[in-house]
């Protein structure tokens, strides 16, 4: 694994003492000033620079799905990647507001999917349906992870410098939820949710399904590969990947909804080393994401009771990183302007 080297702290204190000779009262602009230090620390830059975000998104397909436990069939995985290449998707709407790079990578859909502009890097056709058997193989779990860091890598020498990962996977949340509920030992009754809407007995099935597999599988909560191979999926190991690789080249990363944070959550128990290079963009409505945000102890940016998934809470809250970039390059200093300073009250 690429080593994660600790954010630059000297470059963080500096850019936190910049910030109170700017035009504006000491820590008025609240959690954007917070941002920027981070942001700061992350790239060891005064003036970070987070444009142009490269946006990812990884498809696979779940074995589970065939368990009922989506509002969807299967097929829409592949249809969806589809709609990506077409540019039809939220994903596509949001990003191409952003000016971001768009990759989207078939990391093992259950289909054929030829065409141009789709990244093959197929680890396997979908995982195996986690209620009978483990979901991958624990070297299938590393090659998606590979996957990831690839993609990532792609990304950081176009000139990305804020790396999103989006996903694509009918049946993910089942198979994060299992993930979450071995990672932390939380009920699956306090996490599991309605998916793309799954509710009533099909909401039932998909906790009994969960439960049944923790119980099968009973994966070592000190063991992320192994939890990724017994209960994951290939779009989530992939997005885990992705996140070390970002990190290590001083990336910043803006994680998504729920999937993309059992994802990160992951990541981190492979490397807590990764943990200050994330930054949260929202809050999806999904309960488990509250779960996976406490256990990373994570304070979201937004909260607009998206539950999509695709990387599009990420993209929304991009432009809160670009403001406190602006922030940093664009304010005058009190010196500068001529504003007087605080009166020694
Ligand atoms: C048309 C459509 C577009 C989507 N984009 C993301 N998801 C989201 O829904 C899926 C997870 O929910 P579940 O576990 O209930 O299947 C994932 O593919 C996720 O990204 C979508 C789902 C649908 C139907
Ligand atoms: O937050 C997410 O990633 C999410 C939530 C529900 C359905 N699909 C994705």
Not at 207 to 214: D, F, G, K, N, T
Request: glycine fraction near 10%.
């Amino acid at each position: 694994m690429p080593t994660i080297a600790p954010p630059d702290a000297a470059c963080a204190e500096r850019v936190a003492r910049y910030l109170d000779t700017l035009t504006k009262p000491p820590g008025s602009l609240g959690r954007l000033e917070a941002l920027a230090v981070a942001l700061a620390g992350i790239t060891g830059e005064d003036f970070p620079r987070v444009t142009p975000p490269g946006v990812v998104v990884f498809a696979a397909d779940h074995g589970v799905a065939e368990e009922g436990v989506s509002a969807f069939p299967q097929s829409v995985t592949a249809q969806m990647v589809a709609n990506f290449v077409a540019g039809g998707a939220a994903i596509n709407a949001f990003a191409r507001r952003l000016g971001a790079r768009l990759e989207v990578v078939d990391t093992g859909v259950a289909a054929d999917l030829s065409g141009a502009g789709i990244v093959h890097d197929r680890v396997r056709s979908g995982t195996a349906n986690l209620a009978r058997e483990d979901a991958m193989r624990r070297d299938e779990a590393e090659a998606a992870l590979a996957v990831g860091r690839r993609a990532a890598g792609r990304a950081a020498e176009a000139g990305c410098r804020c790396l999103i990962a989006g996903e694509m996977g009918i049946a993910n949340t089942t198979a994060s939820s299992a993930m979450l509920a071995a990672l932390t030992g939380t009920p699956v009754a306090e996490l599991v949710g309605p998916g793309t809407g799954v509710s009533g007995d099909a909401l039932a099935r998909k906790r009994a399904v969960i439960e049944a597999a923790l119980a099968e599988r009973a994966p070592d909560p000190a063991d992320p590969l192994g939890v990724l191979a017994a209960l994951g999926g290939l779009e989530i190991a992939a997005m885990a990947g992705a996140y070390l690789e970002a990190a290590a080249r001083r990336l910043p990363v803006l994680v998504d909804g729920f999937i993309a944070t059992v994802a990160a959550l992951t990541a981190c128990r492979l490397d807590p080393a990764l943990r200050p290079y994330l930054i949260f963009g929202h809050r999806a409505r999904e309960p488990g994401h509250a779960r996976a945000l406490a256990a990373l102890e994570a304070e979201p940016l937004l909260d607009l009771e998206l539950r999509l998934g695709e990387g599009t809470g990420a993209a929304l809250a991009f432009p809160l990183l670009e403001a406190a970039t602006a922030m940093l390059g664009e304010m005058a200093t009190f010196a500068d302007a001529g504003v007087d300073g605080r009166e020694a009250t």
